[in-house]
């Protein structure tokens, strides 16, 4: 398997309500200096039903980057219940 397809296995196993790290994510795939690449493996995702991108995040809590612009990633994971004060998670469950 190859990692983005590792990296995308991880993704879509984000349960509504939850977020996790580019580098958890990249720690989940066994690559744990990678969260970089797995932000560019995201950034390429367009199966936004079955890979929710949106719930990966920052490791400072800033919310990161999203191919459908960081709004949409806000309202995205407000709706799912997850706190967000300016551009930052305030609360990751």
Known sequence: MSFAERVYNVVSNIKEGKVMTYRQVAEKVGSPKSARAVGNV???NRDFKNIPCHRVVRSDGNIGGYVRGQDKKIRLLKREGIMIRG?????NR
Do not use: W
């Open 42 to 44: 995201l950034s390429k």
């Open 87 to 91: 551009r930052k998670v305030v609360d």
